[in-house]
């Protein structure tokens, strides 16, 4: 794009957000942040992201010192409860480097914030939020709930889901949070367990006492609401019926459990004239296998790219939504189906997962296959 005097408005300073102002800015492009949450805010929010190897090679130039607490992963389990066949994913398989890493939220968004102070391309505005956009032909207003506006070549909407005002919670699935000494697995061993009331994943944590696990674990609202109020002997024997006597033994539980609604859903059009989605303002994944950030940071380092290669930002912005169209139905099909596929207790549907797992198992390139895709997406 040309260096256009008006800047890029990205709406919203999540991680997407922040991503994409430090990609544009190492192109050379400036952009205004408008975020309505305090950074502290933003700290707060403890759920860990499992960001695949292919984000982590994005994410770390774009943090240079800012680099946040990690930890790494080296093999995923896949398994099914009550049910024979398993899958590994090893970072052995994969040159010997690690899988991917995991990082906290918060600890993420500190970290991005960090970096867009040290870029002269970048300002963040806090405190503020979009409440209106009106497009032009050469340019696009957003207007700020104080009242303000800001003129912009181009809206790009990093801005999360807003829950739909006839969205009911209690129909969707809900995830709740937390951590869980493990004894028995190595450290850098992450789980995903799949359960007929939802699945469940433990993924490496990073900590400074010693070896933790991070608790994602699906089911309806009424049980996941249920369970933080639990005292830890009676969760500790939950989460062991669920994860099986021979995983590991959960050795303890520690600090707050939190429960998080579940929203999935996708745009239709990623662009209209000149404004743009992202991350998930453009789709809201189930954490299933913790693909949402990675998806939201490839649209990211694509939208940098096309408004970098050309001229007119409606032309970049068409490139970007072609470019994304196969990586996003890959993984937005893949997350919808395999919650739905590993609940069903119909008995074909059960045995053919059973061989499925153990079949992926047995089979070393359709293992790397599967592990490619979630680790760099469809390329
Ligand atoms: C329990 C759980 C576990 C997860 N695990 C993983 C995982 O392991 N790996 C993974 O890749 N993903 C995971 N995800 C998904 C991941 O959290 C999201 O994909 C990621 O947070 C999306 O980032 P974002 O910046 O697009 O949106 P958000 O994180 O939602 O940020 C949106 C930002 O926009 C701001 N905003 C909202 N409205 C406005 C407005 N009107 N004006 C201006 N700003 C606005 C908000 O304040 C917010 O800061 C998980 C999600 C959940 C719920």
């Not at 943090?63 to 389990?77: D, K, Q, R, S, Y």
């Not at 490839?298 to 790219?305: E, G, I, T």
């Not at 008995?347 to 047995?362: E, F, K, N, S, T």
Request: charged share 20%; aromatic share 4%; net charge neutral.
């Amino acid at each position: 794009m040309k260096n256009n005097a008006l800047p890029l408005a990205i709406v919203g300073g999540g991680p997407t957000g922040l991503a994409c102002a430090l990609l544009l800015a190492r192109r050379g492009l400036a952009s205004v942040v408008i975020e309505p949450r305090a950074l502290a805010d933003a700290q707060n929010d403890r759920r860990l992201l499992a960001l695949a190897r292919g984000s982590w090679d994005a994410l770390r130039p774009l943090l240079g010192a800012a680099a946040p607490p990690t930890a790494a992963i080296t093999e995923v389990h896949v398994s099914s409860a009550g049910e024979f066949g398993v899958t590994r994913l090893a970072a052995s398989d994969h040159g010997g480097e690690p899988l991917g890493a995991t990082v906290h939220y918060g600890d993420l968004v500190a970290a991005l914030d960090r970096a867009t102070i040290a870029s002269t391309q970048i300002e963040v505005a806090r405190g503020r939020r979009v409440v209106g956009m009106a497009q032009k032909p050469e340019r696009v207003t957003i207007t700020l709930d104080d009242g303000g506006t800001v003129d912009a070549a181009l809206a790009i909407h990093a801005d999360g889901t807003a829950s739909a005002a006839d969205e009911d919670d209690a129909a969707l699935p809900w995830a709740l949070i937390g951590e869980v000494v493990l004894a028995g697995p190595p450290a850098g061993m992450a789980f995903e367990r799949f359960t007929r009331d939802g699945p469940l994943a433990l993924l490496p944590a990073p900590s400074d006492r010693g070896a933790l696990w991070s608790l994602v674990w699906c089911s309806d609202r009424a049980t996941v609401q249920r369970r933080p109020a639990l005292g830890a002997g009676e969760f500790t024997a939950e989460l062991q019926a669920a994860l099986g006597p021979r995983l590991a033994r959960v050795a303890s539980v520690v600090g707050p459990r939190s429960a998080y609604p579940l929203r999935s859903r996708a745009r239709e059009a990623l662009v209209e004239h000149r404004a743009v989605w992202l991350g998930n303002a453009a789709q809201t994944l189930h954490p299933v296998a913790g693909q949402g950030f990675n998806l939201g940071l490839r649209d990211a380092v694509v939208l940098a790219d096309e408004l970098a290669a050309h001229a007119d930002a409606p032309a970049a912005l068409h490139a970007y939504a072609q470019r994304r169209r196969a990586d996003r139905a890959a993984i937005t099909t893949v997350t919808r189906w395999l919650p739905q596929v590993f609940a069903t207790r119909a008995a074909p549907i059960a045995a053919a997962r059973m061989l499925g797992l153990a079949a992926l198992d047995l089979l070393p390139p359709a293992r790397r296959g599967l592990a490619e895709l979630l680790m760099f997406g469809v390329r």
